[in-house]
């Protein structure tokens, strides 16, 4: 999933229940970057989260490639709907 601060934040998450044991940032991007990030999430049925607050606290305090910060984990597992 894609959580977004509309235009200015975006940020890429991936949990595989069984795999991961956090919600792993997978890409980030912020104005032109998050544009493209919310583009290939359209054009592949990624769902895009509209969250202001939550895109830019994961922006600032999480590495891609690596999990989110725990105290987030409740606020992603919000939007978070298994398919």
């Known amino acids: 999933m894609i959580i977004t601060n509309p235009s ?11 795999k991961d ?8 991007g912020k104005d032109q970057l998050a544009t493209q990030i919310r583009s290939l999430a359209s ?4 769902p895009i989260c509209p969250s ?10 999480a590495k891609s490639g ?5 105290d987030l984990y409740m606020a992603v597992c919000c939007f978070y709907s298994p398919t």
């Open 21 to 28: 044991k956090a919600p792993k940032v997978i890409a980030k």
């Open 52 to 61: 202001p607050p939550l895109a830019r606290a994961i922006y600032h305090t």
């Open 66 to 70: 690596h999990p989110i910060h725990p």
């Open 8 to 18: 200015h934040y975006a940020v890429a998450l991936r949990y595989v229940d069984g």
């Open 43 to 46: 054009a592949h049925g990624i």
